[in-house]
């Protein structure tokens, strides 16, 4: 059973960066694509960034591309997801997920992490 824990969520001023981390347990990390998701009060959930299993692609949502980073260490079992130039648009409750080989998809993923919030002050 896979069983993911995301950290590294909290309160930024708009412009700041925070640092997600996601640690995962129970399976081979790196027989699983990873992927960020993000649901705002109100909203679905969206994906916002994924990295594959094998050659570590990596593929973002538009409207952080250029400004959010997703890495994945398989050494530590661990995927991040660096977020910088954040605005108010981007607070949300951010999931982790994963998908054994496979694409990274929000109706699609294997295990669900249980989220951790960011807030965006102005």
């Known amino acids: 059973q896979v069983q993911l824990v995301e950290s590294g969520g909290g309160l930024v001023q708009a412009g700041g960066s925070l640092r997600l981390s996601c640690a995962f347990s129970?399976?081979?990390?790196?027989?699983?694509?990873m992927g960020w998701f993000r649901q705002a009060p109100g909203r679905e959930r969206e994906f916002v960034a994924a990295v594959s299993w094998g050659r570590g692609t990596t593929r973002y949502a538009d409207s952080v591309k250029g400004r959010f980073t997703i890495s994945r260490d398989n050494a530590k079992n661990t995927v991040y997801l660096q977020m910088n130039s954040l605005t108010p648009e981007d607070a949300a409750v951010y999931y982790c997920?994963?998908?054994?080989?496979?694409?990274?998809?929000?109706?699609?993923?294997?295990?669900w992490g249980k989220g951790t919030l960011v807030t965006v002050s102005s």
């Open positions: 129970g399976r081979t990390f790196s027989s699983y694509a």
């Open positions: 997920a994963a998908k054994f080989r496979g694409v990274v998809a929000v109706d699609a993923m294997d295990q």
